[in-house]
């Protein structure tokens, strides 16, 4: 099948699964899409056994997206200017050290937590699965996905602060999970197994601080842009330009092309409402990427669900999959606990802080994609298995239950 064949596929998928989900289920629209898109994969998978040529055919229609590229070089970059745009910088810098102190300090604490405890879990089972592969498993699990749970947060009604928390966290730490992961399979790769931290810890600095300062200069440049015309049809397409290239270059200069549009992002959002851009043209330029967003989340969430065909199933990695689901709520509970408990000697924190930010760092597609981009001899389909039941139960269960539990939360407090 021809490749526009395929993305015409998708779309038709997607289109299908939002308006099934918001005539009847009413979920958040998502996490409809996927539950819809696992669901189909359930029955495709049970009408396999009574038509063979059917369930081959669409098998390996999805088995050739490359799922990894197609989130990390494509989907990604708007994903992330997208929400970095809604994020007011004078309003962050109120938050910038539970943000930042979360999503870096907060993602290394549960990146090593994880690693030591699948690295006992796997013993436990006989398998012989090297330090450096869980360490890779817990950078890919770390970081959290903001996209399932913002708006069921607003309609709980938590603090707009821990919003911008949760926010402003789970876009850094999915820029700082990037490079963790990427800078511990280049150990991985170069070294044999062999682990330096002092080494690692100088390649992680200069992939973050250059994206980082990369991020900055393109936004620079962009407001400067933005500002020197007023016309809203050639200002989206200044962003999308710098989307596209600035990504595709800071990922060729080997520089953390994440955290670089993020930082892009703050800027032209925070700069471009109050500066550089008219209010018709920020009106528009907002809608562009709101729209840009949910279509991108509900095509991202679809293969998300449809992965299930092409992962391979194996009743032992499934057992140690879901007893990891208690291992990263666990760590992911520790690396909130640390971090508040320390800030706390000088910074207030909402009330079940702790809480809401643990039940709420819900895991997503930019997980799955980084353990089917790992070469199959650092035991990809064991990982690819064992983050894919992690990731589902956390759309799923949590991203179901936050809203409930954030109100239950404040109805307790008041």
Known sequence: ?????IISLIVLLAAVFAYVNDRWIKWPPTIGIMVLALFSSVLIVILGKLLPAFSVRLVHIVSNINFGQVLMKIMLSFLLFAGAIHIDAVKLRKEFWPVMTLATVGVFISTFLISMMSYALFGAFQLQIPYIHCLLLGALISPTDPIAVMAILKKAGIPRSLEL??????????????????????????????????????????????????GALMGYGACFLLKSIDNYRVEVLITLAIVMCGYTLADHLHLSAPLAIIVTGIMVGTKGRTVALSATSWDYLGKFWDLTDEIFNAILFLLIGLQMLVIEIHPTIMIIGCLMIVVVLLARWFSVFLPVAVLSIKIKFEKNAVTILTWGGLRGG?????????????????????????????????????????????????
């Open 165 to 214: 928390k949760i926010m402003g966290e789970s876009l850094f730490n999915d820029g700082v999970g990037v490079v963790v992961f990427l800078t511990i399979l280049e150990a991985a790769s170069n070294g044999n197994g062999n682990f330096s931290p002092a080494g690692t810890t100088l390649l992680f600095l200069k992939e973050a601080g250059g994206g980082l300062l990369f």
């Open 366 to 414: 930019l997980s799955v994609a980084m353990a089917l981009s790992l070469p199959a001899n650092m035991h990809r389909n064991e990982l690819v298995l064992i983050t894919y039941v992690i990731v589902i139960f956390s759309i799923i269960v949590q991203g179901l239950t936050i809203g409930k539990v954030a109100s239950r939360l404040k109805m307790a407090k008041e």
């Open 1 to 5: 099948m021809a490749t526009y064949q």
